[in-house]
């Protein structure tokens, strides 16, 4: 029932929401296309998915579309609000319990955020004139409309929404440009050198290592080259399996117009609801199946990215060369700080004939990790398999949209379940892995039971299909959850890295302690929920993925302390094997360990790439080097 | 663990600290019976996160490390061995040194301990809120306990007090010495005592074997590790320069990340009266120990009827590791091999362990108790020809206040004049002493028939003076770094306060074979040596200037007179290397050839100071010239030489009489 291929189709309506409902095709096309011409966005046929004034369905200062979001009702039951999601319009009965318990929170102490920009709070901008002229002769879209501006200023780091909430608003970006097509790019990035003024290019705004910050220190007038207009795919070539995709593309767009032709891309990151593209590409993103697709640098065949000098990319479509040093990966990664990812050909793949989901539970996170490393070992690791530890697992309960816990304490009622569903497993110790399977029908039965059987090994019992799924689907509303965390003195952020297999225990344990012991140290009075997850694996090691919240009540400057944690956390990371990131990106947030990571003459190799590439440093958004 | 390990790096602070109060262990057991306290029910706290396993898995867990199967696949090829040939060797080795730590037996010993400890002891005192920091640090994380080594005693008692106190039970390193005692041995064993080869230089696989077996125990949170960071007994009281090898041990866990933090628990083990007291003064004349054997120790009986006064124990504050480190480690450097792989430490974490070793043992220092009797004792072996009665009590009165300002750790009793305290601490002495007519003196003579020689008469009131030394020793670490200054003053050739700091820290880099004093410290020593003279009004501490006050005279020749031993016995070292040696000194005669050289000064009349006797003050000397390449260790065949650089040795000679100021240039030279 639930595993059929029916469900893919159904997993991925979840995901795509009903924003912006899209009636037919007529704004997707297979075939090369020239650069839209303006009046036709006007068409309300062909309406784009990722409006201009994003601020209209999204919130301008927290996660996600506006209509959803977590609330405590006046019965104190949690809630989750709008109708996009699977979890929308349901109670969460436990989430309260979890909540003021976890946290020592209290549902009387709200810190609820400024309900609206105060457009006054925004500097005037910083136009450059002559630039503003020549961009409008050329005619590119453009606004300095302070909303507009301000959306375009922050990614979405704790410190980040934090301010906005307060209303506090730094520096923002003078202007915002919409090119439509590569050539409109190449005319702003033109008019930018000749004019002197700061470029940095958004995709989804979906940042998480401060790289859409404006930097402090730039005087001159910085331009948010917004990329969402460029979101066409501009053919597909299914002899190649190949799509030719405009770089501002948003993921889910990306994956549901090609779900129409029978294709997918297979990269489906966590924030795939929101992001581009050209982020993914300028970030090196990962995606929760590479196992199957890749991650994006094993999905890219050709990119095409505009620079002060120039547009680089490749000659042909082949495969792989050999051609010295890929000049693909001076692209990825790059973060804004070379040029404009316009257009990228990437591998396409049919969608699958069948998915299935799966949840295994172990009696610890050792006996899970040991599991995760077999699969790896074995190769023969799901579309995706993902191993939470225990506060994720109780965490992930507190989610159970039910209502027959009434009368139980969570806990309590956990312990029933588990211990006659799992004997012997202790449910302050007990973790759950959740899988993903994809392709054709027998060969996925005969996958899981591969995995089940390693699993059976290292203590892991089949804990069925539903949590498996239910795990999945939360993927996209957790990301909702800070706002609410954040209306009650909470606050919390993530962060990951990837290690090699025989540290990750190590890891996770002494980066989960750094983080109790530093608040505690930083003045936090209760406990902060420190909690971690194996979300990839690889034949060398594992990606790995931490949360951590505390409540900030009676802290005087709970940012200052939340920054101070986050630090030492990566600090802990780096003396425990792992790496500055798997996928999130350095950004300015980890810009001070570059050299430590790559090396003196690695980062010497990085900058004389930035000096030859972007001399005027037209692309000064200050990531990375 | 936050304060201690801040205060860790302030003296000022450290003098201020206020320490915590004693309970006496032995007052309720007097009251209740043994047995019930060796039946009592032992349900230790433990870590929170113990791997739960029984002492026979642990070899399995070691043999089968990839650590240990790293080493012997090396071995192995190294040797042409098979690897299930050295495999076995490794099991051997692994026999000989696991503990097989049993309930029962430590039961038992709860049992005669507690009998013997009321015959020996007046009192146990224990600082119980250490006992309370020990019970939290050894939840949080494996806990490394580090006791002051002065006796036998030490570790039975360490063990006797934490089941007492209802504490994980710890294992402990042993040198390999208690072995030839069967019995004992085994007994030991199986109270936790594990075993260590005395030398094991290049021996790989003994060392893989070593090292893994106490990680493995310290990962698991399977015990609390004890070891003597000093290595041996101090013969002479003065805590020893410490050893790193097993401290580096304890540490790799944590720098590889094996471990979030650990807990090193410093403890001062103090003894009113210590039981092996003249052995020592004997071995260190040169009479050779007796080999511990069974039957030595049984005759230990005899030793049961005497009256040891009190012992103190001192649980200091645990020493996070992780705060330790903190800054001074990159952990980073293991990420680039497998952690089972072997390394070697970096020059960094070399510092950083030495560094870390010294300031634990200036924390036992600290905290060990100090009874009068020390302060007596001092005044005694200053005055060889002894004191009258009022005029010691007014002397140890006056020392006693100029201690308690140096912060010393004095357990003076409440209620009592200094007169009785004085009588009383002469009295569990009297061994060492002559008391007639009002005049105390170290004993002498008396005990001699006719027939001695002078040489065993000079034997005979070494072993006094060096016995009575040894409770001096106790308390040198508080004057220490004052007396360093009050004898860089007397010989610097101004006031100016660089030519004074140049002599001090030559005098402390002579001296840190002899005393603990941590290396790169100097600037920090003299600033401390200063700020306290100055606060007892001895010192004016002005810009470029330190000048005597007027009242100052006697303090500083009193600290002057402390050195002195010290001083005059290195000397007497240097002078022998200068007149008496060839080339063909071996280092294996060293020691014999200056006590010769000492004992013919002595009865020559020309040499009043019998500590320079001592062996144990000979080759701190020597390992101090060593280090100031002022003598050269040469292989020679199968024996080690020592060329000796007369010009050098003659100069530092010259400087440490005071005779020649503080030479840099000759320093540079050498
Ligand atoms: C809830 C949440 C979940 C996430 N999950 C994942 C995940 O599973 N996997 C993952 O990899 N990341 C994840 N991220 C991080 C983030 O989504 C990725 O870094 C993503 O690739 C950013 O894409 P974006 O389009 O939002 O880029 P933006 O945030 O707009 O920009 C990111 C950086 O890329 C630059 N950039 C953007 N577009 C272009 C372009 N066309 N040309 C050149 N430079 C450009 C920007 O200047 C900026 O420096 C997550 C973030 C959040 C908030």
């Not at chain 1, 425990?576 to 300015?588: A, E, P, R, T």
């Not at chain 2, 007149?579 to 050289?597: G, I, M, Y």
């Amino acid at each position: 029932m639930a595993s059929n291929s029916s469900n893919a189709q159904q997993r991925l309506r979840i995901i795509a929401g009903h924003l912006q409902k899209h009636t037919g095709d007529g704004n997707t096309s297979v075939a090369a296309q020239e650069c839209k011409a303006e009046a036709s966005r006007s068409d309300p046929s062909s309406v784009t998915p990722v409006p201009k004034r994003r601020q209209e369905v999204m919130k301008w200062n927290g996660w996600g579309y506006s209509d959803s979001r977590f609330l405590f009702n006046k019965k104190g039951q949690a809630e989750f609000t709008g109708k996009r999601y699977r979890l929308s319009g349901l109670i969460l009965p436990s989430l309260k319990d979890w909540f003021e318990g976890t946290f020592g929170a209290n549902l009387q102490h709200k810190s609820l955020a400024t309900p609206t920009l105060n457009l006054s709070a925004v500097a005037p901008p910083n136009l450059s004139e002559p630039f503003v002229e020549d961009l409008k002769a050329a005619s590119v879209s453009a606004s300095h409309d302070p909303e507009d501006r301000v959306f375009r200023a922050h990614g979405h780091c704790l410190h980040e929404i934090f301010a906005l909430r307060e209303g506090r608003i730094g520096r923002v970006p003078d202007m915002v440009v919409w090119p439509s097509c590569h050539s409109d790019v190449e005319k702003i990035v033109d008019l930018a050198c000749k004019h002197n003024v700061c470029l940095i290019p958004f995709g989804g705004g979906t940042s998480v290592s401060s790289a859409l910050e404006c930097p402090h220190e730039e005087t001159r007038s910085i331009v948010s080259l917004d990329t969402s207009q460029m979101n066409r795919i501009l053919w597909i070539d299914e002899k190649n399996l190949t799509a030719h995709v405009e770089a501002g593309i948003i993921g889910q767009d990306l994956e549901r117009q090609l779900n129409e032709h029978g294709y997918c891309t297979g990269h489906e990151p966590d924030s795939m609801e929101f992001s581009s593209l050209g982020g993914w590409v300028a970030t090196r993103a990962s995606g929760m199946k590479k196992n199957i697709y890749g991650n994006i640098e094993d999905l890219v065949v050709h990119i095409k990215m505009v620079t002060p000098r120039g547009v680089i990319e490749k000659s042909c479509l082949g495969p792989r060369m050999s051609t010295g040093p890929d000049i693909h990966h001076f692209i990825m990664g790059s973060e804004g700080t070379l040029g404009v990812v316009t257009e990228v050909t990437m591998k396409i793949r049919p969608i699958p004939e069948y998915q299935k989901y799966g949840s295994v539970v172990f009696p610890n996170f050792q006996q899970g990790v040991a599991c995760l490393r077999e699969v790896a070992r074995q190769r023969c690791a799901p579309a995706s398999i993902r191993l939470m530890d225990n506060e994720q697992f109780q965490f992930g309960h507190a989610l159970k949209p039910q209502v027959s816990s009434m009368f139980t304490s969570f806990v309590d009622g956990l312990k029933k379940f588990y211990i006659t569903k799992f004997k012997g497993f202790d449910p302050h110790h007990l973790c759950v892995a959740t899988l993903l399977f994809e392709g054709d029908r027998g060969k996925v039965l005969q996958h899981e039971k591969q995995v089940y059987d390693i699993a059976a090994k290292f203590g892991g019992l089949a804990a069925g299909e539903d949590n498996g799924q239910r795990g999945y689907m939360l993927t996209f509303v957790i990301a909702y959850l800070r706002d609410l965390g954040m209306d009650y003195y909470v606050m919390g952020e993530s962060f990951e890295t990837s290690v090699p297999w025989d540290r990750i225990l190590d890891l996770c344990r002494n980066v989960k302690e750094r983080i109790v012991r530093e608040c505690k140290e930083r003045g936090v009075q209760f406990a902060p929920l420190s909690t971690c997850r194996v979300t990839q694996t690889y034949d060398a090691g594992a990606c790995v993925y931490f949360y951590f919240a505390f409540n900030y009540r009676g802290l005087s400057d709970p940012v200052h302390v939340y920054e101070k944690v986050e630090h030492a956390a990566r600090e802990e990371i780096l003396a425990n094997g792992g790496s500055l990131s798997h996928h999130h990106g350095v950004g300015k947030l980890r810009k001070e360990w570059m050299k430590e990571s790559v090396s003196g003459v690695g980062l010497g190799v990085l900058k004389s790439v930035k000096d030859f590439v972007d001399p005027q440093n037209i692309f000064g958004s200050g990531n990375l080097l | 663990m936050e304060m201690a390990s801040r205060s860790l790096y302030s003296s000022r602070q450290r003098m201020l600290k206020k320490r915590d109060d004693f309970e006496d262990v032995l007052e309720e057991l007097r009251r209740s019976s043994d047995l019930r306290y060796a039946l009592r029910c032992y349900t230790p706290s433990l870590y929170k996160g113990l791997v739960p396993c029984k002492a026979s898995m642990l070899k399995t867990i070691v043999l089968q490390s990839d650590h240990l199967q790293y080493v012997i696949k090396q071995v192995s090829s190294e040797s042409g061995d098979s690897s299930e040939c050295v495999t076995e060797e490794a099991s051997l080795i692994l026999d000989e040194m696991a503990h097989r730590l049993q309930l029962s037996t430590v039961r038992f010993f709860a049992f005669m301990l507690s009998k013997a400890f009321k015959r020996l002891f007046r009192s146990v005192c224990v600082n119980e809120e250490g006992i309370q920091r020990l019970q939290q640090a050894v939840q949080e994380h494996p806990v490394v306990l580090l006791p002051s080594h002065r006796s036998y005693m030490d570790f039975l008692m360490m063990s006797y007090l934490l089941y007492m106190y209802d504490l994980p039970l710890p294992v402990i390193a042993a040198g390999m010495d208690f072995m030839s005692m069967k019995f004992i041995g085994e007994m030991l064993r199986m109270s936790g005592a594990f075993f260590i080869r005395r030398s094991f230089g290049g021996d790989k696989l003994y060392w893989a074997v070593f090292s893994e077996y106490v990680k493995t125990m310290l990962r698991n949170g399977y015990a609390p590790i004890e070891f003597f960071l000093e290595g041996t007994r101090s013969r002479t009281c003065k805590s020893l320069t410490p050893k790193t090898g097993l401290l580096n041990i304890v540490m790799e866990p944590f720098f590889k990340g094996e471990l979030f933090d650990v807990n090193l628990v410093p403890v001062s083990i103090s003894y009113e009266r210590i039981l092996e007291e003249s052995l020592y003064a004997r071995e260190l004349l040169g009479v050779p120990k007796p080999k511990e054997s069974t039957s030595g120790l049984l005759k230990a009986r005899q030793v049961l009827s005497e009256d040891f006064g009190s012992m103190h124990v001192y649980f200091g504050h645990p020493v996070s590791l992780r705060s330790l480190a903190e800054g001074k480690i990159n952990r980073c450097q293991y990420n680039l091999l497998p952690r089972y792989i072997p390394q070697k430490p970096s020059t960094d974490n070399h510092e950083f362990l030495n560094d870390a070793a010294f300031r634990l043992v200036r924390m036992q220092e600290e905290n060990m108790v100090l009874k009068p009797w020390v302060l007596i004792a001092m005044l005694l072996v200053q005055n060889p020809d002894g004191l009258d009665l009022s005029s010691l009590t007014e002397q140890t009165d006056w020392l006693r206040h100029l201690a308690l300002a140096f912060g010393a750790f004095l357990d003076w009793p409440d209620h009592a004049s200094c007169s009785e305290v004085i009588s009383c601490s002469l009295a569990l002495h009297r061994h060492l002493l002559t008391v007639s007519a009002g005049h105390v003196q170290l004993s002498v003579t008396e005990a001699l028939g006719a027939e001695t020689t002078p040489e065993e008469a000079v034997f005979h009131r070494a072993v006094v003076v060096l016995s009575c030394a040894s409770y001096r020793n106790q308390i040198l670490h508080v004057f220490l770094r004052p007396a360093l200054l009050a004898v860089a003053m007397q010989s610097a050739n101004s006031n100016r306060k660089d030519d004074i700091y140049s002599c001090f820290s030559f005098l402390r880099n002579m001296f840190s074979n002899e005393f603990i004093l941590c290396p790169g410290d100097s600037v920090q020593d003299f600033e401390e040596a200063c700020y306290l003279l100055m606060k007892r009004g001895v010192l004016q501490v002005l810009e470029h200037e330190i000048v005597m006050s007027a009242s100052g005279h006697s303090t500083l020749a009193f600290l002057c007179a402390a050195l002195d031993p010290f001083l005059q016995g290195y000397q007497v070292v240097c002078r022998y290397l200068c007149e008496e040696t060839n080339e063909s000194l071996t280092e294996k005669e060293f020691v014999p050839a200056v006590r010769n050289f000492a004992l013919k000064l002595i009865l020559a009349g020309r040499l009043k100071c019998y500590e320079a006797l001592s062996s144990d003050l000979q080759k701190n000397t020597l390992a101090a010239l060593l280090r100031l390449k002022a003598v050269r260790k040469v292989k020679v065949g199968d024996q080690v030489t020592l060329r000796v650089n007369k010009i050098a040795v003659n100069s530092l000679e010259d400087t440490l009489g005071g005779t020649i100021p503080t030479q840099k240039p000759v320093l540079a030279r050498l």
